[in-house]
């Protein structure tokens, strides 16, 4: 039997908030975290799988050109090599989410610089990696002087144009204006647990262990890129452990480890070196940037201006989507959107946490801060003045706002001071101190969805689908919605996740996973609600169930006898879409301190306050909202992608020296909840909330530090030497 | 990582006959000569494990000095009571460096010892004569970063990362080595070795020859600090670092001895900066003078062009704080 409910118009009433069992928003512990913290929970490469062979991939070394020969003998000889595997279904870079089908497979044409080409199987590890380090391929490399490694230096593509009115002339006429230009570095994801696979093959059926974000597409690439049906493959992915965008798509060691299995017909695990995960998944784009504001004398947007140039491998279609949420955030008549893309040799660009807000947001929330500046207004202020009542371009009314509060509420906690604002105001020993703020916006995400319940006669509960849990929590908000749904403890509610034999999910990505897996769970909920009320002959809104029955009454197996029931939940987006702007919104505010002499950056205190819908579980969305502070802080201060512009080869790939930020680089974190319903985001009204928390933070701690030392640095990560080259002395 | 044979001897003399033979290499906490073989970095055929010979003490020096042994943990020299009084300097160097966990195992000799973080160095797909004489320098005209300023060569240009030896050089500590059946004694500030044409070369040993501890100095007056310049405020190399021990006298600089770390392929130390600073009055253009006496041959290579103004500066903080003046 099957629930199915496709959204086309908001959903006013939510039947989790006359429910009777009340977990829902509860601050739960995730139900996995005892078994992560033991070392007990099993990730993609820990499977004990008897027999199994060990691969490790081969990459080139050089960033464009072709592989004409691979001598494979040498390599054979090693000692406990059993195979070398160049064979043309390999593929060459990772699949960008939801494609759905595998991506560029010719390895042989190299494209960036550590592009895999070949995987090399023995029989330990250590054999596999010393061998892998004695193949010898013949290349042919085109000229490097020819390699486009820089984006500044090659002719872009146009993504995305919109203009309305007459920025130029808006921005001579008006009293106050702001023009200026940044970059953001490029970023990884650095998850922590490495890419890796074990692939056994029985020759009817592929199985896959394999750390991935999006089981339900992830197949279809599988399935494509070795060339069988996808009733034959099965990937289960129970844990993972962080993917960030890096695993969306398939990557290289998905792929290589199940052409090996296949071929050898022996289980074989392939997992990335540290070093492979940087030089081969998704990177995040570095941007150029130039924004330009036009504002009346109180302030009062009259002109928007947001263009920028990111790059990508030739061939893909992923533009990094800087302008995503400059598009309906401010108001403004006179507006002009460009996004260009910049075709370079380095490995293939793609999502990382909240692509485009994560690097547009910042620039722009630091251009607002010069605006503030210019126009004598206090920042916070200012952005409520601009708060637009519809999509400033296309008209459409937003689902739901929280903008207005969570800048009031944010600043409020923080103790903001909306006096007037000067520099180096502040200084306590050899340490200038300031305050920054900024708003926060990422556009909400929502996909298709299935899941499985079943209620069982015992009073528990199954949820199944291949829906992946990343970290974030998703096993423990699942057993809260059944548990709210079917009047049953959570703990009474097992959740059984990531294996591609249940129902498909809509994957972990673009913070729609919780929404969307939720409300595919509540719709089988209902389901079994609406035979339940047979069984207890009420109507619905009579059917109170709490602790495994009906409030005050049967049981459920009192109710159900020996019979299960079980309900499909289909849940599809619909045409609500395109009616409704659906983001989520916040505010951030920052303390930093700014050494003096050595412009080293440290941040004393931040505050975050954020509206994304129904919370599901408190606790959990903390977590997410504090990750993605921590994220701010790294793409404020820290992180980049360090590319040699003569062959674009990546130079720093490790975490030694990619550097996220530490446990001391990170203050306490206070998060702020705006609790509110979106009807038209989902049917549980709730929204993302996974990449809000990084969208914009780092423009509070820039514009914190430009008021703790009068440095305005306009390039991201904002270094100590950045910060001592624009500090006024 | 290439197969390789593991040696654990019991004694000095035969940890010293064992490393003598070709590619033979000792193996103390293993924290970077484990990950550069797992890189192919370094492919030594012999691994001796010095972890049984009994160098782990921390004792007291018949001239009021101390001794570490080459094997007594980072951590263990870092909260040494000792340590901690009388040398400060040196136990704040440490704690500054990696991560607790690699402290824990991180040793005196493998710290001094410890190779650069050249990221063409520890990538065998690229040129550097330091991992391949003759195969040129990756770094230069590359990303060249978190590269020396100071006493480089055409032929290297990377830094010596730690900042152990920084605190070690300015104490004017001496490492104790054993080899061949024989002893010396090597100032810290001379152990190391600038890159000139031999840049596969980092420090005075010789094959067969093993450091057995490092000797400090007894203790001296004046206040001992060191400044680790990062973007992150843990878990990183330093940009720049400087280690010092001022003593003031009336009014008046009495000692000033400095070391700087992240600025070259050694713990840099100019005994010229000794020369100016004492006897005068702390100010900013003495900071000043001292500053352009010690980059006055510093060359930049691109990026690092940033390493010139941030030592300046941080020197001066540094002075300013051991002084006590406000700037
Ligand atoms: C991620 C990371 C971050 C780090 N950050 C810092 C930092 O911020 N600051 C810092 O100073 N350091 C840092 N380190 C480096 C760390 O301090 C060194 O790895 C450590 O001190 C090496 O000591 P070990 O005993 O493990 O040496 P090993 O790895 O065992 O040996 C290193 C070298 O020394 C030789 N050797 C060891 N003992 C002797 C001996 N007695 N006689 C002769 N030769 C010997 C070995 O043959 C080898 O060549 C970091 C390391 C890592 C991995
Ligand atoms: S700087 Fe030295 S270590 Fe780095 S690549 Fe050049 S030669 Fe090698």
């Known amino acids: 039997m099957t ?71 040498t390599c054979l000889a090693c000692d406990g090599v059993v195979a070398v595997i160049d064979n043309e279904k390999l593929i060459a870079r990772c699949a960008q989410g ?38 010898k391929i013949t290349i042919q490399d085109d000229d490097l002087s020819d390699i486009p490694c820089d984006p500044q230096a090659v002719e872009p593509e146009n993504q995305q144009y919109s203009s309305q009115g007459d920025l130029p002339h808006a921005m001579t006429e008006a009293p106050h204006s702001v023009d200026a230009k940044f970059t953001t570095a490029g970023h990884a994801s650095a998850a922590m647990e490495p890419h890796a696979a074990i692939a056994q093959w029985d020759g009817q059926t592929l199985t896959v262990h394999a750390s991935l974000q999006m089981l339900n597409y992830n197949i279809s690439e599988l399935a494509d890129a070795v060339g069988l049906e996808e009733n034959q493959v099965r990937i289960v992915s129970r844990f993972v452990g962080g993917g960030f965008g890096s695993k969306l798509g398939i990557s290289a060691e998905t792929v290589a480890a199940s052409l090996a299995a296949m071929q050898l017909k022996r289980p074989v695990r392939v997992a990335m070196s540290r070093q492979q995960v940087f030089q081969c998944v998704m990177r995040r784009s570095e941007t150029s940037q130039r924004m330009r504001l036009a504002a009346g004398k109180d302030g009062t947007l009259q002109g928007f201006g947001h263009e920028a140039l990111v790059s990508n491998l030739p061939d893909e279609q992923f533009a990094e989507p800087v302008l995503q949420s400059s598009e309906f955030l401010y108001a403004g008549d006179n507006r002009l959107l460009t996004l260009d893309l910049a075709r370079v040799h380095r490995m293939t660009a793609g999502s990382v946490r909240a692509p485009g807000e994560a690097v547009g947001m910042p620039t722009l929330e630091v251009a607002m801060d010069m605006l503030a500046e210019a126009c004598s207004i206090d920042p916070v202020e200012l952005r409520l003045k601009n708060i637009p009542d519809r999509h400033p371009m296309k008209g459409t009314p937003f689902s739901s706002h929280k903008l207005a509060e969570c800048l009031q509420q944010g600043a409020e906690a923080f103790g903001w001071d909306s006096g007037l604002r000067k520099p180096r105001q502040r200084r306590e ?59 049953l403890d959570p703990s009474n509610v097992l959740v059984d996740l990531g294996d591609t034999r249940l129902p ?62 079980r309900e499909e939940g289909h849940y599809e987006p619909g045409d609500i879409e395109d009616d409704y702007v659906a983001a989520g919104f916040g505010a951030y505010f920052a303390e930093v301190r700014v050494n003096a002499f050595t412009g080293e950056t440290r941040v004393n205190r931040m505050t975050g306050a954020f509206g ?75 929204k993302g909330i996974g990449e809000l928390g990084m969208c914009g933070g780092a423009a509070a701690i820039a514009n914190a530090i430009y008021n703790a030392c009068g440095a305005r640095v306009r390039d991201f990560p904002i270094t100590p030497d950045r910060v001592v080259a624009c500090m006024p002395d | 990582m290439r197969p390789f044979h593991y040696t654990r001897p019991e004694s ?33 055929r012999k691994l001796v494990d010095l972890n049984r010979i009994g160098m782990e003490t921390i004792a007291e020096a018949p001239d009021g000095g101390l001794t570490i042994g080459a094997l007594a943990s980072n951590t263990a020299t870092a909260v040494h009571a000792r340590v901690r009084s009388d040398y400060p300097l040196l136990s704040r160097a440490i704690l500054s460096g990696a991560t607790q966990q690699l402290r824990n195992k991180a040793t005196t000799g493998g710290n001094l010892c410890q190779r650069t973080r050249c990221s063409y160095f520890t990538n065998i797909d690229q040129p550097c004569n330091k ?12 990303v060249a970063r978190l590269h020396a300023i100071l006493g480089t060569s055409a032929q ?35 152990f190391h070795l600038l890159p000139g044409d031999r840049p596969e070369r980092d420090n005075v040993l010789e094959a067969g020859e093993i450091i057995t501890a490092v000797t400090l100095p007894p203790p001296v007056k004046g206040r001992q600090i060191y400044r680790k310049v990062r973007e992150r405020s843990s878990y990183a190399f330093a940009l720049v670092s400087v280690a010092a021990i001022v003593a003031m006298d009336s009014g008046r600089i009495a000692r000033a001895d400095l070391a700087f770390g992240g600025l070259a392929h050694k713990p840099w130390h100019d005994p010229r900066l000794a020369d100016l600073l004492i006897g005068e009055q702390p100010s900013a253009a003495l900071f000043d003078k001292a500053a352009c006496l010690l980059l006055e041959n510093a060359r930049s290579h691109g990026e690092n062009e940033f390493k010139i103004p941030l030592t300046r500066r941080t020197l001066a903080a540094v002075l300013a704080e051991a002084t006590e003046i406000d700037l």
């Not at chain 1, 977990?23 to 820990?46: H, W």
């Not at chain 1, 089908?101 to 592009?115: D, F, H, I, L, N």
């Open chain 1, 612 to 686: 994304f819908g129904r919370v599901l579980n408190e606790r959990t969305a903390r977590s997410q909202c504090q990750g993605g502070m921590v994220w701010s802080i790294g793409a404020a201060l820290t992180e980049a992608l360090h590319f040699d512009p003569r062959d674009g080869h990546l130079v720093n790939c490790d975490l030694a020296e990619y550097h996220v930020p530490v446990n001391r680089d990170v203050p306490e974190l206070e998060v702020i909840m705006v609790e509110e319903r979106d009807p038209a985001a989902s049917p549980i009204q709730a």
């Open chain 1, 504 to 565: 498909r999910g809509p994957g972990s990505g673009g913070s729609w996973g919780a929404a969307s897996i939720a409300s595919a769970v509540y719709v089988a909920c209902k389901a079994i609600r609406e035979k339940l009320t047979k069984y207890a002959n009420v109507t619905e809104g009579e059917l109170n169930l709490k602790d495994g029955g009906v409030e005050g009454g049967a049981s459920f197996a009192q109710l159900l006898g020996d019979k299960e029931l």
């Open chain 1, 98 to 135: 939801t494609a759905g089908e595998a991506p560029v497979q010719e390895v042989r044409k190299v494209a960036y610089w550590g592009q895999p080409f070949a995987l090399v199987v023995a029989e330990t590890f250590e054999q596999a990696r010393d061998a892998s380090k004695h193949l």
């Open chain 2, 131 to 142: 991992r391949q004489p003759g195969s040129g320098c990756g770094a230069l005209g590359g």
């Open chain 1, 429 to 487: 020993g050899e340490w200038w101190i300031g305050t920054g703020m900024a708003s926060a916006a990422r556009v909400h995400n929502i996909a298709k969805a299935k899941a499985r319940v079943t209620l069982n006669p015992d009073g528990t509960a199954l949820v199944e689908s291949d829906m992946t849990d990343l970290g974030t929590g998703t096993y423990t908000i699942l057993g809260q919605i059944a548990g709210e749904m079917l009047g």
């Open chain 1, 3 to 73: 629930g199915q409910f496709t959204q086309d118009a908001p959903e006013t009433e939510c039947l989790l908030d006359s429910m009777r069992q009340d977990v829902i928003g509860k601050p739960l512990v995730r139900i996995d975290a005892l078994a992560k913290a033991t070392g007990t929970a099993t990730y993609a490469a820990e499977y004990p799988v008897k027999d199994c062979l060990e691969g490790v991939l081969v990459t080139a070394p050089f960033a464009r050109g072709r592989i004409t020969g691979i001598d494979i003998d």
């Open chain 2, 156 to 190: 290297c240009i990377a830094t010596y990362p730690g900042d152990m030896a920084v605190a070690l050089a300015a104490l004017d500590a001496r490492v104790e080595i054993t080899g061949h059946g024989s002893h010396r004694s090597v100032p810290v500030r001379a």
């Open chain 2, 12 to 44: 000095l003399n035969h940890a010293s006959q064992l490393t003598a033979s070709s590619n033979a290499v000792p193996l103390a906490g293993g924290t970077n000569l484990v990950d550069l073989m797992k890189l192919q970095v370094e492919v030594p």
